[in-house]
């Protein structure tokens, strides 16, 4: 029975003595966590590292990375440290996401970790439902995200979505990749790529592709399977 339960926890990336813990040592960092923030399972880190093999490997330079829908920060604080001994890969990071307390933990992480210089400049954080709270002047070489997943249609239109312990962690209706990818391009680089690493116990390929298709200045470019998590793939698309 303990190995189904950790079998379901697995695959929903679901790591319970973190959750409610409010401090937590990951990365050469502690993450100083509010009770109502989310996005704090091991996913975030793990998408950090992954994208960091996709960085490595494409040799990219000199990057402005967003990572949308950032929870308390895990994948693109993941990314920064990873790559911070060469001080040309990542150049600026912004976090940003629809619930404040994880805006909040962010604000409240960085400066404890030694790293409040960077905050405004370097680091920056956007409190924005999807990408409606960013500048339109703000553009991207990579917008990272493991976004929220679209599990149950009881959950369209619940008020249990606008909680804050919920808030940004389900995609009822697909609202979010659907208004995400109708803004994408706008904030993207003329080299710019989007890099959704997506769940596949949730969705596939052909579900997604529709939202990106839909602009026509996007341009879908692969799926990769991602190894490191079990049933994931990323969606790789960039400016047409």
């Known amino acids: 029975m303990k190995k189904i339960v950790k079998k379901i926890i697995n695959s929903l990336g679901f790591e319970?003595?973190?959750?409610?813990?409010?401090?937590?040592?990951?990365?050469?960092?502690?993450?100083?966590?509010d009770p109502c923030s989310v996005g704090c399972t091991p996913q975030g880190e793990l998408t950090g590292?992954?994208?960091?093999?996709?960085?490595?490997?494409?040799?990219?330079?000199?990057?402005?990375?967003l990572d949308i829908c950032c929870g308390v920060g895990l994948v693109g604080l993941t990314m920064f440290q990873g790559l911070k001994d060469d001080?040309?890969?990542?150049?600026?990071?912004?976090?940003?996401?629809?619930?404040?307390?994880?805006?909040n933990s962010i604000n409240k992480t960085l400066p404890y970790n030694n790293m409040g210089g960077l905050v405004g400049n370097t680091i920056r954080t956007y409190l924005s439902d999807g990408l409606k709270g960013i500048p339109e002047n703000e553009k991207f070489d990579i917008i990272v995200s493991n976004p929220p997943h679209y599990f149950e249609k009881s959950f369209d239109n619940s008020e249990i979505q606008l909680t804050p312990t919920r808030l940004g962690t389900n995609d009822a209706g697909w609202n979010f990749h659907r208004s995400f990818y109708e803004l994408a391009d706008r904030h993207l680089t003329n080299r710019g790529e989007v890099w959704f690493l997506e769940n596949g116990f949730a969705a596939n390929e052909k579900d997604l592709l529709p939202f990106i298709e839909t602009n026509k200045n996007l341009k879908y470019v692969?799926?990769?399977?991602?190894?490191?998590?079990?049933?994931?793939?990323?969606?790789v698309s960039k400016k047409a």
């Open 87 to 103: 001080k040309n890969t990542i150049k600026e990071l912004v976090l940003a996401d629809i619930n404040i307390f994880n805006i």
């Open 49 to 65: 590292k992954a994208a960091i093999k996709l960085i490595k490997e494409r040799e990219l330079k000199e990057l402005k990375v």
């Open 222 to 235: 692969e799926s990769i399977k991602e190894p490191l998590i079990n049933k994931f793939f990323w969606m």
């Open 16 to 33: 319970l003595t973190r959750h409610y813990k409010k401090e937590f040592d990951i990365i050469g960092m502690k993450f100083l966590v």
